[in-house]
């Protein structure tokens, strides 16, 4: 058995008070993603840990991904399509699409998909919205010794895709529109999505 020390780690080499390696830190860990993050502090650090003469050379933050791949001055987009969370939209047409996969958009789409709907999750950022840089949540159903903001996500994540919910990262809706008792979303990547109109059985009446 490897030792769970030995297990290739995503490691995040950058200098300290740098927005962007914040930026990516930030993500990381709110998706829940294992890494090592190597502070530099000089040349010779930045020698030994990229090879690059100097910190003025060298092009930070970078990433080095398990399999060896190494991204210099990745924005979140990209380290995220890189780690195969960006995809496209598997069907045309949803029963249900949710904007925002924090707890309630993840819970939403778990009741939904549970249900046998065809649901897509669409989050602009990482899983869990803000609730996931909670330390944590004593709040929230169920978990009455609390429970860290991003385990909860995870939780909630790993149920939603059990169900067969689709989660589309790195997507925004921009506008949004009926068209022919469809709900037509424009993303802000120039793509669209189409909810299917919803149709709602009149209450049957009956002898109280």
């Not at 190494?70 to 939209?89: F, H, I, K, S, Y």
Request: hydrophobic residues 40%.
């Amino acid at each position: 058995m490897i030792e769970a020390n030995r297990i290739p780690r995503l490691r995040l080499v950058g200098v300290a008070k740098s927005s962007a390696a914040y930026e990516l830190r930030d993500f990381l860990q709110r998706s829940v993603v294992a890494f090592d993050w190597i502070e530099l502090q000089s040349d010779a650090d930045c020698q030994r840990e990229l090879g690059v003469s100097s910190l003025a050379k060298a092009r930070l933050p970078v990433v080095k991904l398990p399999d060896g791949t190494r991204l210099e001055e990745p924005t979140v987009r990209e380290l995220a399509n890189r780690l195969g969370w960006v995809t496209q939209p598997r069907f045309k047409e949803y029963d249900v699409s949710i904007y925002g996969a924090g707890p309630a958009g993840l819970s939403a789409a778990v009741y939904g998909a549970s249900e046998g709907l065809r649901t897509v999750l669409i989050e602009r950022h990482a899983i869990g919205g803000q609730a996931a840089s909670s330390s944590l949540i004593e709040n929230y159903m169920g978990f009455p010794g609390g429970i860290s903001g991003a385990e909860l996500c995870e939780r909630g994540r790993q149920q939603a895709v059990a169900f067969g919910v689709e989660i589309l990262m790195m997507r925004e809706g921009v506008q949004a529109e009926f068209l022919n008792g469809h709900i037509v979303v424009d993303l802000a990547d120039g793509s669209t999505l189409s909810r299917k109109p919803i149709s709602v059985r009149p209450a049957s009446s009956g002898a109280a």
